[in-house]
């Protein structure tokens, strides 16, 4: 999804989306984990904006991308200048959600993705399915011939 809000606050015009899905409620139980386990103390901005007031333009690309209309919240984090979007239909489930999905952004250029992807199963498997971390980030850290 992009933003021109959030373009015009200095960060990239795309970020990751992740909405909540109650068959894999394990990785959305250790988001807050994952989430300190990456960005450490770094300041992340959450703002639920469930009626499309906020960032109105998040929800049209949503539901063009294909994805039902559902409500979002959206998490910026300045200190690695990287936003991502979270989707479900309760607080808790965007929460956990949004949290994952900075995870994410922010994972794939970390240090500490490969250690957070070892402690947190249900994480890594996230990250696989995004191609993030195991084959995908070798390859992304294989100089180029």
């Not at 200048?81 to 956990?96: D, F, P, Y």
């Not at 994952?100 to 957070?116: M, P, Q, T």
Request: aromatic letters at 8%; one cysteine or more.
């Amino acid at each position: 999804a992009d933003s021109p809000r959030i373009v015009d606050g200095g960060f990239p015009a795309f970020g990751p989306a992740v909405t909540f899905d109650k068959a894999s409620a394990g990785s959305f139980n250790c988001a807050a984990d994952v989430m300190t386990a990456l960005l450490g103390g770094a300041e992340t901005e959450i703002i639920h904006d469930p009626d499309w007031v906020e960032f109105p333009e998040i929800g049209a690309a949503l539901t063009a991308a294909g994805a039902e209309e559902n409500c979002y919240a959206v998490a910026l984090c300045p200190a690695s200048g990287k936003w991502a979007v979270g989707v479900g239909g309760s607080w808790t489930a965007r929460e956990g959600a949004v949290r994952l999905a900075i995870s994410l952004a922010v994972g794939a250029e970390s240090a500490d993705l490969e250690a957070a992807m070892n402690r947190f199963p249900d994480f890594a498997s996230l990250c696989s399915k995004a191609g993030i971390g195991g084959d995908a980030q070798q390859a992304l850290k294989k100089p180029r011939q």
